[in-house]
């Protein structure tokens, strides 16, 4: 049976855990102006706060993968889903000192990296009906988690009692319900061809090839360098016009950015030819950043509401793009491992806030996001060269590391059709 065109039921439960980890991971960002108000934190140590989040993702993402690949998806991402939980606790505690919200947010990462790279690879294994599922599926589960996470945080946040304790009970109560749903999701990715070390595991020769260093990298840092950039700073630069409803405002902007990720699938199923969608993916980055330029300068509030569509729409077009490509250059058994790297430099895109944030004492934001702007435009230029000398580069990489498929990892079956 077809579940609204992205395959069948089984894939439910696994959605399910990783939507749920995509909650807990994104229902920090509208309360930002709430622990800078409450405890008395610089612009700087709120984004850092949030930045936290990339140090305990990375390793959660490359070692979850290979792990994963060892284990099975299942006993990667059940325990990930109940770090989660914990990071959450902490947060909870964050109400009373800047040191629980790292703590929080450094596990919180770290268990999204360990879910976010097993679950990516599980989301693809379990039965499919529909071409090209698989990416789909994905956006569509972190999305919704990264969506309604924020806006039912940011909801409790401004009329909830207790608003550093309430916005974290819905993440604690489906998680709940998520941990017994995928321990009995069916088991996949264990392969008895698996290297014996984790050394070995972690070890992605996939990684240094010549499509992967000249696409996927340039590419990856913009899946969440765009989401980011609408979800946690542009909301901040016009709370001075909102009056007392920021929390609302940035819950809104943070789920009509997930949103526009979820809404752009239609368009990136129809650009078939990888280059066209890499085209397509980061010409909404260019265009979106563009959009916040003008929205910064003029601190309008409906301006941040456009970008953060502009800049939701390249976030899930990004995302589909980079995972098609990654799915073409595993080789059998290592989809979950080459998932990890491109994950782990996608997540690099959280950490963009900061950085823009420490840099507001050398330039107003206009000129950092024109920055960003020309940046996005340059990738767009540089990737637009090598995507046309380059549009069968998937398939020579397979044939350099002496494996000729380019299929599905589990079974060398022929590539899913994309152009």
């Given amino acids: 049976m077809n579940d609204f065109g992205i395959g069948g039921r089984s894939w439910w439960r696994a959605g399910l855990a990783v939507a749920t980890v995509g909650w807990g991971a994104q229902q920090f960002a509208p309360l930002l102006p709430l622990y800078r108000a409450r405890l008395g934190l610089s612009a700087t140590t709120v984004q850092a706060t949030f930045g936290m989040y990339v140090l305990g993702l990375v390793p959660g993402l490359l070692l979850g993968g290979p792990v994963s690949d060892r284990l099975g998806r299942r006993r990667v991402l059940v325990p990930a889903l109940a770090a989660s939980a ?47 599922a698989a990416p789909r599926r994905l956006t569509v589960a972190m999305s919704t988690g990264f969506g309604l996470g924020p806006l039912v945080a940011g909801l409790l946040a401004q009329w909830a009692p207790a608003p550093t304790v309430a916005p ?10 998520a941990l017994p749903l995928a321990a009995r999701a069916p088991e ?35 899946v969440f360098g765009s989401a980011s950039v609408a979800l946690a700073y542009l909301p901040g630069l016009v709370g001075d016009r909102l009056g007392g409803h920021a929390l609302v405002f940035g819950a809104a902007v943070t789920t009509l950015t ?22 397509t993916a980061l010409g909404l980055v260019t265009a979106g950043m563009l959009v916040a330029t003008c929205a910064a300068a003029a601190s309008g509030p409906v301006l941040v509401v456009a970008a953060a569509l502009v800049l939701g729409a390249a976030y899930g077009c990004c995302q589909v793009c980079g995972l098609q490509e990654v799915q ?4 059998p058994g290592r989809l979950a491992a080459l998932t990890s790297v491109y994950q782990a430099v996608s997540y690099v895109g959280f950490a963009v806030p900061f950085p ?4 507001g004492r050398l330039a107003s934001p206009p000129v950092l996001l024109l920055a960003m702007t020309g940046l996005a435009a340059l990738t767009l230029a540089t990737l ?15 044939l350099r590391t002496g494996d000729s498929h380019t299929g599905d990892p589990r079974t060398g079956a022929a590539p899913e059709r994309t152009g």
């Fill in 328 to 331: 073409r250059l595993a080789r």
């Fill in 168 to 177: 974290y009970v819905p993440h604690l109560l489906l998680a709940c319900l």
């Fill in 356 to 359: 823009l944030a420490a840099a």
């Fill in 258 to 279: 997930a949103a526009a990720g979820i809404a752009v699938q239609p368009l990136a199923r129809r650009v078939h030819a990888p280059r066209r969608l890499l085209m």
């Fill in 384 to 398: 637009a060269r090598t995507g046309r000398s380059r549009a069968e580069a998937p398939r020579t990489e397979a």
């Fill in 188 to 222: 996949t990715g264990r392969r008895t061809d698996a290297p014996d070390r984790l050394r070995d595991a972690l070890r992605v020769p996939e990684a240094l090839g010549h499509r992967f260093l000249t696409v996927v990298v340039p590419l990856a840092p913009w």
């Fill in 86 to 132: 914990a990071g959450t606790v902490l947060l909870v505690l964050g109400g009373t000192g800047a040191g629980w919200l790292f703590a929080g947010r450094l596990v919180a990462g770290a268990a999204s990296g360990a879910a976010f790279s097993a679950g990516a690879a599980w989301i693809k294994e379990l039965p499919a009906t529909a071409a090209g």
